[in-house]
């Protein structure tokens, strides 16, 4: 299964290429999107939406155009730091931990004593902090609203206030909250004049009210709602309260549970299962969504087995001695007669001009020679068009039309039944956001 290889560390791409060498999951994301809007596969821990909501509250008393010291940071980004670095400091028990966006980061700093800033953070935190992170799932459900916090977000903190004994913090009233609330918005202020975390003592604040796997059951009950239900101005009316409504109750957790066991749980399966009591438009998606995976696969599946045959052999090799491989020659018998069910399937979903302008030249059957040399043309052709510069093949190609792997992609490459998908559909991500919220029955949480 293919999936964005992003993390918390700050990623990087040489010349020779990048992840999708077939440009295949522009369109599987788009699906995916349709599907369950917000939700995004290296999502995992809901309770950054109330982090986020709590972030949107706090920054609302400062001007749109308020940036730090460094002349780039924002409000929300200060705030970030200061719960990163707040819960990389205090939090005892280190698993706790897992799934912090920058928390390598945090650790490194306060090794070398410097407080964090800019500088020291994640190099694109707009993407690859919590609020990058999270930020489309808050504005589709309606926790962000136009730049501030949406009624989602106000039914999510007005919870967490209550669960944490923090009245106060939202609204005028008085109460331990709004000491809290007060407190946070100098610290801030003074952040953003220091354009770096100006505190060192407050860590505990942020692992007792905004530990990651700490939600109790108001607040819990607030952000599933906000997860089912969505912001009705969304711009995209997807089925992400259908899908997790049915992964969450009894039949579904069994269904995905029983994947889980696997080494590689398949959402295939599940979908499968799904499809029996979906919705009309939800299953529609769904059928688009194997019809789809079916093509991906047998594509990825040719590439990978030219590219492992490169890594066997490490010699120039012909398309004649490529075309002998089974993938090879299963994606040329079958890509061609896969193509217009595609078609058909992405129609009603205004996919089939994107589709045919990326795929046209497989929609038509040729021999294995033929098709080998056209897939690695294609991919050749896929990589020299990624931005901003494009990119190198996997693979150099010699005047005498062999082909040689590029050192830089010797690596284990394996074929996968083709029943498999190519790309990932959240179903992970929904399944942790329900772990979280306590929402699975005792035989099958992920502990």
Same mark, same amino acid.
């Given at each position: 299964?293919?999936?964005?290889?992003?993390? =918390? +560390?700050?990623?990087?791409?040489?010349?020779?290429?990048?992840?999708?060498?077939?440009?295949?999951?522009?369109?599987?994301?788009?699906?995916?999107?349709?599907?369950?809007?917000?939700?995004?596969?290296?999502?995992?821990?809901?309770?950054?939406?109330?982090?986020?909501?709590?972030?949107?509250?706090?920054?609302?008393?400062?001007? &749109?155009?308020?940036?730090?010291? &460094?002349?780039?940071?924002?409000?929300?980004?200060?705030? $970030?730091?200061?719960?990163?670095?707040?819960?990389?400091?205090?939090?005892?028990?280190?698993?706790?931990?897992? #799934?912090?966006?920058?928390?390598?980061?945090?650790?490194?700093?306060?090794?070398?004593?410097?407080?964090?800033?800019?500088?020291?953070?994640?190099?694109?935190p707009r993407t690859f902090g919590?609020?990058?992170?999270?930020?489309?799932?808050?504005?589709?459900i309606g926790v962000e609203q136009?730049? *501030?916090?949406?009624?989602?977000?106000?039914?999510?903190?007005?919870?967490?206030?209550?669960?944490?004994?923090? %009245?106060?913090?939202?609204?005028?009233?008085?109460?331990?909250?709004?000491?809290?609330?007060?407190?946070? *918005?100098?610290?801030?202020?003074?952040?953003?004049? /220091? @354009?770096?975390?100006?505190?060192?003592?407050?860590?505990?604040?942020?692992?007792?009210?905004?530990?990651?796997?700490?939600?109790?059951?108001? =607040?819990? =009950?607030?952000?599933?709602?906000?997860?089912?239900?969505?912001? $009705?101005?969304?711009?995209?009316? @997807?089925?992400?309260?259908?899908?997790?409504? +049915?992964?969450?109750?009894?039949?579904?957790? +069994?269904?995905?549970?029983?994947?889980?066991?696997?080494?590689?749980?398949?959402?295939?399966?599940?979908?499968?299962?799904?499809?029996?009591?979906?919705?009309?438009?939800?299953?529609?998606?769904?059928?688009?969504? /194997?019809?789809?995976?079916?093509?991906?696969?047998?594509?990825?599946?040719?590439?990978?087995?030219?590219?492992?045959?490169?890594?066997?052999?490490?010699?120039?090799?012909?398309?004649?001695?490529?075309?002998?491989l089974d993938a090879v020659k299963?994606?040329? /018998?079958?890509? /061609?007669?896969?193509?217009?069910?595609?078609? &058909?399937?992405?129609?009603?979903? #205004?996919?089939?001009?994107?589709?045919?302008?990326?795929?046209? %030249?497989?929609?038509?059957?040729?021999?294995?020679?033929?098709?080998?040399?056209?897939?690695?043309?294609?991919?050749?052709?896929?990589?020299?068009? %990624?931005?901003?510069?494009?990119?190198?093949?996997?693979?150099?190609?010699?005047?005498?039309?062999?082909?040689?792997?590029?050192? #830089?992609?010797?690596? &284990?490459?394996?074929?996968?039944?083709?029943?498999?998908?190519?790309?990932?559909?959240?179903?992970?991500?929904?399944?942790?956001?329900?772990?979280?919220?306590?929402?699975?029955?005792? $035989?099958?949480?992920?502990?």
């Open positions: 299964m293919l999936m964005p290889m992003l993390s =918390e +560390a700050d990623p990087t791409e040489s010349a020779e290429g990048s992840i999708d060498p077939l440009g295949i999951y522009p369109i599987a994301d788009a699906l995916a999107s349709r599907m369950v809007p917000g939700v995004r596969e290296r999502q995992q821990h809901p309770r950054f939406l109330t982090v986020i909501a709590a972030s949107m509250w706090l920054c609302s008393t400062f001007d &749109d155009d308020v940036v730090a010291d &460094d002349g780039v940071s924002e409000p929300w980004q200060v705030f $970030e730091w200061y719960v990163v670095e707040g819960l990389a400091r205090a939090t005892q028990d280190k698993s706790s931990l897992r #799934g912090l966006p920058g928390r390598d980061k945090a650790d490194k700093l306060r090794a070398e004593g410097v407080p964090m800033s800019a500088r020291g953070y994640l190099k694109g919590f609020h990058g992170i999270y930020r489309a799932l808050a504005r589709e136009t730049g *501030r916090l949406g009624d989602a977000g106000f039914s999510i903190l007005s919870a967490w206030e209550t669960d944490q004994n923090l %009245k106060g913090f939202l609204g005028s009233g008085d109460g331990p909250g709004r000491r809290h609330r007060d407190r946070l *918005r100098q610290a801030i202020a003074d952040g953003l004049d /220091a @354009g770096a975390t100006a505190r060192k003592s407050w860590g505990q604040f942020f692992v007792d009210h905004f530990g990651i796997y700490e939600a109790r059951s108001g =607040e819990a =009950e607030a952000i599933r709602a906000a997860i089912v239900t969505g912001d $009705e101005s969304a711009w995209v009316d @997807g089925h992400r309260g259908e899908i997790f409504e +049915a992964l969450t109750s009894e039949p579904g957790q +069994a269904v995905w549970m029983e994947q889980r066991k696997t080494d590689r749980p398949s959402e295939r399966r599940f979908h499968e299962w799904l499809i029996g009591g979906a919705s009309e438009p939800l299953r529609e998606l769904l059928q688009a969504i /194997a019809c789809y995976e079916q093509f991906a696969r047998y594509l990825q599946n040719a590439l990978d087995a030219c590219l492992a045959f490169m890594v066997q052999h490490r010699l120039r090799l012909k398309s004649t001695e490529l075309a002998d299963d994606a040329a /018998a079958n890509v /061609a007669l896969v193509y217009p069910n595609v078609i &058909d399937a992405l129609s009603p979903l #205004g996919l089939v001009d994107r589709f045919t302008r990326s795929f046209e %030249k497989f929609a038509e059957p040729v021999g294995p020679v033929e098709w080998a040399e056209q897939l690695l043309a294609f991919h050749t052709k896929v990589q020299s068009d %990624k931005p901003p510069h494009g990119k190198a093949p996997w693979f150099d190609r010699f005047d005498d039309g062999s082909y040689l792997i590029r050192p #830089g992609y010797i690596r &284990d490459y394996e074929v996968r039944p083709v029943s498999e998908y190519v790309h990932a559909y959240r179903t992970n991500s929904l399944w942790s956001f329900a772990d979280d919220l306590n929402l699975l029955s005792g $035989e099958v949480k992920v502990g």
